[in-house]
């Protein structure tokens, strides 16, 4: 089955305690990326990456960190996190054809919470 | 750099009602255009998606959305909406020729049974 899954789904942890959450996707896509989603804000793209080792910075990109060492996997980092990165999540993944099967899939989420 | 508009933040209907969401966006050139639907609590999901053709296009659970060029818009529509229908609703453009959409801050529909 086609999928973008997330880890951990939900992270509770306190203000400068370096986290990872991974995004990993099966459909051998080349275009990957993170997203917050706050409330009245929508969708915010923090990060992108469009093949292994080639990311770039979206919207929002302070205070995270993202890599692309295999093209299946973008994990995001946040290296000291603060309470204005408690948010939801999704990492989404799509080909990079240009054509009409660039559907961007998207993960379940990660509710995370910084005290 | 491209925008998206939704200007319907909040939408609240009856079930049976009609309902319409717009979407405007900025780029004059060549667009894909995306609605996509996330129910509470879940990950978003794609409802339909324009790329060329027939500017009318059909999605699932009864969505359509119109492709007005002139009007910049792609505004979703469904004539009969659904308790089951209860979700946040956004738009989302992208650029010919590029692999990063921009999204709309989303709408909010409730609807009462």
């Known amino acids: 089955e086609a999928q973008v899954t997330q880890n951990p789904r939900y992270l509770i942890t306190v203000t400068g305690k370096k986290l990872t959450v991974t995004c990993s996707q099966n459909m051998n896509h080349e275009y990957m990326s993170w997203y917050r989603q706050d409330p009245g804000l929508g969708l915010r793209q923090i990060y992108y990456s469009m093949n292994v080792e080639v990311t770039d910075k979206g919207d929002v990109p302070e205070g995270y960190k993202v890599s692309r060492k295999e093209k299946r996997n973008f994990p995001l980092i946040l290296e000291s996190p603060s309470p204005n990165q408690t948010s939801l999540y999704f990492c989404?993944?799509?080909?990079?054809?240009?054509?009409?099967?660039?559907?961007?899939?998207f993960g379940p989420g990660t509710r995370l919470t910084v005290l | 750099a491209q925008s998206v508009s939704q200007h319907n933040h909040h939408v609240i209907l009856s079930e049976a009602a009609s309902l319409e969401l717009g979407c405007n966006y900025s780029?004059?050139?060549?667009?894909?255009l995306f609605w996509y639907v996330q129910y509470p609590g879940q990950h978003l999901q794609l409802l339909l998606k324009y790329f060329s053709g027939d500017p009318l296009v059909k999605g699932i659970k009864g969505f359509e959305a119109e492709f007005i060029k002139s009007k910049f818009s792609f505004n979703l529509r469904k004539p009969s909406v659904q308790w089951s229908d209860t979700a946040e609703y956004f738009c989302a453009v992208k650029e010919g020729g590029s692999y990063i959409p921009t999204f709309g801050r989303g709408t909010s529909l409730i609807v009462h049974p």
């Open positions: 780029y004059g050139g060549t667009v894909n």
């Open positions: 989404a993944s799509s080909s990079a054809s240009g054509t009409s099967t660039d559907t961007q899939y």
